[in-house]
């Protein structure tokens, strides 16, 4: 069999959604009445690697006998897929291109199609993983438990991208989040928005390692990176602001992507256009932070939900802090609240500097 990387270069025809498997034909698109009704262009998500989200909460940890523990959710999750919960949540249209495989795939569609999450799920062979965020009360933490996940074979990872293509026709925006399953080429990104590219699409890219470094060689709409990812990239730490915009900088002046998003924690972030670098200050949190987990996803979630509404990108972003700052005063992987985001907008403070 030629290899994945072979592949991506071609347009391989597959029936209709490709048979991918059971997976798919038991949950394709399934749209809801609320999503439908929502205004402005819808955005289009992709999880190659998505997970159900499991969370136990017990008081305690104690290395003798046994902790008990209470279930406090199971959801469906992955970078795509918590990105198009979060544009739905403020207001928006999105579509979750995922891959699901075995009992846990099958399960993975069953809880979106609960949620009412428009979805199309293509089928693999492997099993899709199961992902536990264990919470502790006394005191209080949390640990996020994750497994790699399947590996994708050469023919499956063609029909996730035959499949996307086809979306894309219907959306302006095209976000990609979260890490590669085994089996695909760090390049598999590139090719994704090499097609976006062909389609007329802007890409939104989050994601780390190989893929993010393969990906800035084909060249992306919008990069979000996280100071640890932004640090791969020029082998900086990447502790201040100021190191964020010299990341950006590096990423405009090579053509990776068109707009650069950096951020650095509780600081807030740097978004770089053509235009200039704009710090936007994250606001003061009117509580304790419980848990950064999603801070990243709500971020991306709000920049797509208001670059598909026709914000410019730094108006988008500035509303990204505000997501991410709000998803601080939810504990563990619960959402966001976008009432709380709205509120901590005008919070947010920029400031501006020009290029060169």
């Known amino acids: 069999m030629p290899s994945a990387v072979g592949h991506f270069g071609l347009r391989t025809a597959v029936n209709a959604m490709g048979r991918p498997g ?35 909460e017990v008081g305690r940890l104690e290395g003798i006998g046994k902790n008990r523990a209470r279930v406090r959710s199971v959801t469906a999750g992955g970078g795509g897929i918590n990105v198009a919960r ?14 699901a495989g075995g009992e846990v795939g099958l399960r993975l569609n069953r809880l979106l199609d609960e949620e009412g999450v428009d979805h199309v799920a ?21 640990y996020h438990i994750v497994p790699p996940g ?6 499956e990872a063609v029909w996730c991208l035959d499949v996307l293509e086809r979306a894309m026709r219907e959306h302006p925006y095209v976000v990609a989040s979260g890490s590669l399953p085994g089996g695909l080429p760090a390049d598999f990104y590139a090719a994704a928005a090499r097609r976006a590219k062909e389609a007329g699409c802007r890409l939104i890219l989050d994601t780390s390692g190989p ?7 084909e060249g992306v709409f919008l990069l979000r990176c996280n100071r640890t990812e932004a640090a791969s990239l020029t082998s900086r730490d990447v502790l201040a602001l100021d190191d964020a915009r010299a990341v950006n900088e590096h990423l405009l002046t090579s053509g990776a992507a068109e707009v650069a998003v950096t951020t650095v924690g509780a600081l807030g972030a740097v978004c770089s256009t053509q235009q200039g670098h704009v710090e936007l200050h994250a ?3 009117p509580g304790e932070p419980l848990s950064d987990a999603g801070a990243g996803d709500g971020m991306v979630a ?28 939810t504990p563990s992987t619960e959402p966001f609240d976008p009432e709380v985001a709205r509120s901590l907008r005008p919070e947010v403070g920029t400031r501006f500097q020009s290029r060169g």
Do not use: F, Y
Request: charged share 20%; proline share 7%.
């Open 283 to 285: 606001p003061p949190l």
């Open 302 to 329: 709000a920049i797509a939900t208001r670059l598909a509404a026709g914000d410019e990108p730094v108006d988008a972003c500035a509303l990204g802090v505000a997501v991410a700052a709000a998803s601080m005063l």
């Open 211 to 217: 893929a993010l470094g393969a990906a800035l060689s």
């Open 122 to 142: 293509v089928g693999v062979e492997g099993e899709t993983r199961e992902a536990l965020v264990l919470v502790t009360t006394d005191p209080q933490h949390s």
């Open 22 to 56: 059971p997976a798919a034909e038991g949950s394709t698109d399934n749209a809801r009445k609320s999503g439908r009704e929502a205004a402005g262009p819808s955005v289009l998500t992709l999880t190659m690697n998505p997970a159900v989200d499991l969370c136990w």
């Open 86 to 99: 979060g544009v739905v949540r403020l207001g928006g249209r999105a579509t979750a291109v995922h891959t």
């Open 150 to 155: 399947p590996r994708l074979r050469d023919h």
